[in-house]
């Protein structure tokens, strides 16, 4: 499969089978992660995979879906602000870092025939409860993972003419 190609074939999955997602495939979708770029090289990532069926339905509480819930994998992916880099103006790069990894993860996991779907609208307070993060650390996306069981409508995108400027800024 090209780049290409598995870039058209990556989609967000929200509804998954019951099979298990081997646990040899989960360490490969995070060492693609672990290989992803961020700022200085700090590497800021911590990776929460909730596995064992009794802490999966601790993440409910953070995003209260059913697709969600029952997925067979959840991971969140979150940062140390104490390690991400900072631009010299203050903006923290940590959330880029993260973002940038949990793209690694749905590119891995989509060329595996593996579906999952960044999920941001999920309650960080009880996120951070729930996964007991140290003071510091913060979720960026949580993903379900799992074997596609719905397929899911291939979104639109905006043509390249109404969001690409050459050289500069044109209204
Ligand atoms: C930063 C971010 C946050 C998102 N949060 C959610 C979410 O909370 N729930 C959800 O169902 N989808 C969420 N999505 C998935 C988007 O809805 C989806 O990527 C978009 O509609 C394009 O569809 P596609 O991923 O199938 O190409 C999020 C995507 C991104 C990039």
Redesign the pocket.
């Known amino acids: 499969m090209s780049f290409s190609e598995l870039v058209d074939k ?3 999955v ?1 509804g998954f089978s019951q099979k298990g997602v081997e646990r040899n495939k989960i360490l490969q979708i995070l060492h693609a992660a672990r290989r992803a770029p961020s700022a200085c090289n700090n590497q800021p990532w911590i990776f929460i995979v909730c596995y064992k069926e009794e802490t999966r339905k601790n993440p409910a509480a953070v ?1 209260d879906w059913e697709w969600f819930v029952n997925a067979p994998a959840i991971i969140a992916v979150c940062f140390d602000k104490s390690v991400s880099w900072k631009r010299g103006d203050g903006k923290e790069y940590g959330e880029v870092d993260a973002a940038i990894a949990m793209d690694h993860i749905t590119l891995q996991a989509a060329e595996m025939g593996l579906g999952t ?6 309650n960080a307070d009880k996120a951070k409860r729930v996964l007991r993060l140290p003071a510091g650390v913060e979720p960026v ?1 949580f993903t379900p993972l799992g074997y596609p069981q719905v397929a ?1 409508k291939k ?1 639109a995108r905006k043509p390249l003419e109404e969001i690409v400027h050459w050289e500069f800024f044109e209204g």
Do not use: D
Not at 117 to 122: R, V
């Open positions: 990556r989609c967000s929200r995003y779907c960044w999920i941001g609208a999920f996306p899911s979104k």
